[in-house]
């Protein structure tokens, strides 16, 4: 499974933006697809996850109210809508996904990881 994600950029605190990762190879018949971050300095901590039908999804508290996590089978894509953009969300975003059922956060059990995109945001 090859992840590919883009979307990322530079903004002004408060703007919005929208990272989307798309996937290609060996698909599930269950998956979920999960978005993580890493900030200089910082371990990589969870942001948000998708179960693969779209019907379950779970945050980070640091994100709840402000970023959307979605999926659109038919693309093979996974979508992050993220809104009020603070300059502490700045960090690299990588997708990940990992067979099963369970929204985990734990980074250790997603299988496949995209290449990260850049998200800066300035004060």
């Known amino acids: 499974v090859q992840l590919q994600a883009s979307g990322g950029g530079l903004v002004q605190a408060g703007g919005s933006l929208r990272l989307s990762c798309t996937t290609s190879?060996?698909?599930?018949?269950?998956?979920?697809a999960g978005w993580f971050r890493q900030a200089p300095g910082k371990e990589r901590e969870f942001v948000a996850a998708i179960s693969w039908s779209g019907g379950s999804t779970r945050y980070a508290d640091s994100v709840k109210g402000r970023f959307t996590i979605s999926i659109d089978n038919a693309k093979n894509t996974v979508y992050l809508q993220m809104n009020s953009l603070k300059p502490d969300d700045t960090a690299v975003y990588y997708c990940?996904?990992?067979?099963?059922?369970?929204?985990?956060?734990?980074?250790?059990?997603?299988?496949?990881w995209g290449q990260g995109t850049q998200v800066t945001v300035s004060s």
């Open positions: 990940a996904v990992r067979r099963g059922f369970t929204l985990v956060t734990n980074t250790g059990t997603y299988d496949y």
């Open positions: 190879g060996r698909t599930f018949s269950t998956y979920v």
